[in-house]
């Protein structure tokens, strides 16, 4: 018969070392469902406010005679959509080419985060910096624009919008839809 020198002490450091690793177990999970449960609840925030931002676009294509009112729903084309709101109105020379211009700024401060892998270049990180700030310039203005078009508190409207770093848009432009310009 073997024999095996066996303590209590072995026992009870075993135990707490069990504990441990279960209440370490424990704590990663819920950490895991709380970073779900908040990742859900964003995509729901992102959703709705997608869906308000297009009904609201879409209502005001429909109210200026746009048959093809349905791209407000596809997402670089809603910039096409706010120019064609603007085709009306005088922004320096630019009514007729802003709708592509707006497609084109909304597609170059997207597309790059796709294909550049590093951040550590100076000429990357200026890039990084000035395009999307030139791209909320151009959101701001053209917000500016249609309320203007469609509000009698325009500043109001922009000044929210610039608040909120052009996240409260799409609700805005929810707001807009059934207003009596």
Same mark, same amino acid.
């Given at each position: 018969?073997?024999?095996?020198?066996?303590h209590?002490?072995?026992?009870?450091?075993?135990?707490?070392?069990?504990?441990?690793?279960?209440?370490?177990?424990?704590?990663?999970?819920?950490?895991?469902?709380?970073?779900?449960?908040?990742?859900l609840?964003?995509?729901?925030?992102?959703?709705?406010?997608?869906?308000?931002?297009?009904?609201?676009?879409?209502r005001?294509?429909?109210?200026?005679?746009?048959?093809?009112?349905?791209?407000?729903?596809?997402?670089?084309?809603?910039?096409?959509?706010?120019?064609?709101?603007?085709?009306?109105?005088?922004?320096y020379?630019?009514?007729?080419?802003?709708? #592509? =211009? &707006?497609?084109?700024? +909304? !597609?170059?401060?997207?597309? *790059?985060?796709?294909?550049?892998?590093?951040? $550590?270049?100076? @000429?990357?990180?200026?890039?990084?910096?000035?395009?999307?700030?030139?791209?909320?310039?151009?959101?701001?203005?053209?917000?500016?624009?249609?309320?203007?078009?469609?509000?009698?508190?325009?500043?109001?409207? #922009? =000044? &929210?919008?610039?608040? +909120? !770093?052009?996240?409260?848009? *799409?609700?805005?432009?929810f707001?807009?839809? $059934?207003?009596? @310009?």
């Amino acid at each position: 018969m073997l024999h095996f020198p066996f303590h209590l002490s072995t026992i009870i450091g075993f135990q707490s070392f069990i504990d441990a690793i279960d209440t370490m177990f424990r704590l990663i999970i819920s950490v895991i469902l709380l970073l779900i449960v908040l990742l859900l609840i964003k995509l729901f925030i992102v959703v709705g406010m997608y869906t308000l931002g297009s009904l609201g676009l879409q209502r005001l294509l429909e109210r200026e005679n746009y048959k093809k009112s349905w791209i407000a729903f596809i997402p670089f084309f809603q910039f096409y959509c706010l120019g064609i709101l603007l085709k009306d109105r005088k922004l320096y020379e630019w009514e007729r080419p802003l709708p #592509t =211009i &707006l497609v084109v700024t +909304s !597609l170059l401060n997207t597309l *790059p985060f796709f294909f550049i892998d590093s951040y $550590n270049d100076t @000429y990357t990180q200026l890039f990084y910096l000035v395009l999307p700030m030139l791209f909320l310039m151009a959101v701001v203005i053209v917000s500016f624009r249609i309320y203007q078009k469609y509000t009698q508190s325009a500043l109001i409207y #922009t =000044i &929210l919008t610039i608040l +909120s !770093l052009g996240m409260l848009f *799409p609700l805005l432009l929810f707001t807009l839809r $059934n207003n009596q @310009y």
